[in-house]
């Protein structure tokens, strides 16, 4: 006998750990945290691949959706910018790092937008089970509206945590000439 599991309960799963991660990136985000310029660009560095790699993967390489997403990541930039402005830093060039404190402001525009990304990946079938054709070979269904929504707010918290990472780049850059 097989037990039959409702589908619903892998959503719930994604769900609850995409709630946990956020619990942990705000707390995280509530305390001051330090950065080091010589080395804050690796994690967006990684998160930029993999956003190139699910792009890729889900078949979006038109010119259009090229044009797209430079135009998500640079609203995204924008965003991330703004969030700096709101962002508390202490310097310390003894030791060539600075402290971060981001507002909740800024916390809440990530938040927002991964959300968002979750939300429409939910109500445009992105979480169903895979399809398979009449031979038993993996169906790659064709991207949907729903599925480039859903892409274009990846690579706008890509953008988001991009911008972000350049003001502080920047701030730090100012601080260091006017010693």
Do not use: C, N
């Amino acid at each position: 006998m097989t037990a039959v599991i409702d589908p619903r309960i892998g959503t719930l799963i994604i769900v609850g750990v995409f709630i946990i991660v956020l619990g942990i990136r705000l707390w995280r985000m509530a305390r001051e945290q330090r950065f080091r310029p010589a080395t804050m660009w690796i994690l967006p560095a990684i998160f930029a691949a993999i956003t190139a790699l699910l792009v890729v993967a889900d078949g979006f390489t038109t010119p259009l959706d090229a044009v797209l997403f430079l135009i998500a990541l640079a609203i995204g930039g924008g965003i991330g910018w703004y969030q700096g402005t709101h962002t508390a830093i202490r310097y310390d060039h003894a030791i060539h790092a600075m402290f971060v404190k981001v507002s909740p402001l800024g916390s809440l525009i990530w938040i927002a937008v991964l959300a968002l990304r979750f939300g429409v990946r939910y109500i445009s079938g992105g979480f169903a089970a895979a399809t398979t054709g009449p031979y038993g070979e993996p169906s790659i269904p064709a991207p949907s509206s729903g599925s480039l929504v859903s892409m274009l707010l990846l690579v706008l918290a890509l953008g988001v945590i991009a911008g972000l990472r350049a003001y502080l780049q920047r701030a730090y850059a100012l601080e260091r000439a006017t010693l």
